[in-house]
Nanobody
Framework: QVQLVESGGGLAQAGGSLRLSCTAS????????MGWFRQAPGKERGLVAG????????SFGDSVDRRFTMLRETYKSTIYLQMNSLNPEDTGVYYC??????????????????WGRGAQVTVSL
């Protein structure tokens, strides 16, 4: 089992920035793929960003458009999602997710086994 605990998020104005963190425990972090998903009200949960187990590969969701950065600090068993140039469409619950490591970046929620409880991000005009 992998336990994932998110922190950060909150309220931001359009054009602002926020950072989310997720710390994993229970398994060797270096063997895990990690990802961030977002679920907006009334919508399905979709990939925001993901990194493979080695950290060499990174992939982003279509709506991110290079505004977000995903960092991985293996020695802390922690990933970060730095979100810049936020807009109201970025509002939603952000979930940290993980799965046993593969070279590619799985993009659907069913590909991930472990989930955090989520962190609310609200962006206002």
């Amino acid at each position: 089992q992998v336990q994932l605990v998110e922190s950060g998020g909150g309220l931001a104005q359009a054009g602002g920035s926020l950072r989310l963190s997720c710390t994993a425990s229970g398994r060797d972090f270096s063997l895990l793929n990690m990802g961030w998903f977002r679920q907006a009200p009334g919508k399905e949960r979709g990939l925001v960003a993901g990194r493979n187990w080695s950290g060499e590969r990174c992939s982003f969701g279509d709506s991110v458009d290079r505004r977000f950065t995903m960092l991985r600090e293996t020695y802390k068993s922690t990933i970060y999602l730095q979100m810049n140039s936020l807009n109201p469409e970025d509002t939603g619950v952000y979930y940290c997710a993980s799965r046993p490591g593969v070279m590619n970046i799985p993009r659907t929620q069913t590909d991930y086994l472990y989930w955090g409880r989520g962190a609310q991000v609200t962006v206002s005009l």
